[in-house]
């Protein structure tokens, strides 16, 4: 067994660059108590979608939801089958506070989206620095929670963030080789 990485043999992603943040088209939507159903888009870095907001309330926590590779918008977003809508809806439920859906475009193949999170984790990170700027949250407000390449922005997101910040997130990491592995030992 070799080491985990080694210079000369890394996988070809590495050689890859990401799509600048134009390019990327990442949508944020805000959900509330007062707006469950329906959606208030928050666009990237917009002062004054934020000033304007009737439903962002600074004086409670903003949790952020970001899907992995596999979702599109729809599913991400509208799609009562995709997990961020069940997630914020229980969300609401249980607790009075906003809750951002990310939504960013993946694209093929995989490694190209994953390249991407370089790119759509600071955007993310530029976007809760905007909030904080037009608002009185904080940065311990904020929690973001990401499965598979989600987790992976979220991770990029907070690494943004200067070293006196930190950024409470939750990490949905599940690999396909994981799961076939776990399949594959179970029907044994």
Do not use: C
Not at 21 to 28: L, T
Not at 89 to 115: C, G, K, Q, T
């Amino acid at each position: 067994m070799g080491e985990f990485y080694d210079f000369f043999n890394r996988p070809f992603i590495d050689l890859q660059l990401p799509d600048p943040p134009e390019a990327q088209d990442v949508n944020f939507y805000l959900y509330t108590r007062l707006n469950p159903f329906h959606n208030v888009s928050l666009r990237w870095n917009n002062s004054e979608d934020i000033i304007n907001s009737d439903y962002l309330n600074d004086s409670l926590p903003i949790k952020m939801l970001i899907h992995g590779y596999i979702n599109s918008e729809n599913e991400a977003v509208q799609d009562e089958e995709s997990w961020m809508v069940p997630l914020k809806d229980a969300m609401l439920r249980h607790a009075d506070l906003n809750v951002i859906l990310v939504y960013w475009r993946n694209r093929f193949p995989y490694e190209r989206s994953s390249v991407n999170t370089r790119v759509v984790g600071p955007m993310v990170a530029v976007q809760i620095q905007a909030i904080i700027a037009h608002s009185n949250a904080t940065l311990d407000s904020f929690h973001l929670v990401g499965h598979s390449l989600g987790a992976h922005i979220s991770g990029n997101g907070s690494r943004v963030l200067t070293k006196k910040e930190t950024l409470l997130f939750t990490l949905f990491l599940l690999q396909a080789t994981q799961a076939s592995s776990s399949a594959t030992a179970a029907s044994a």
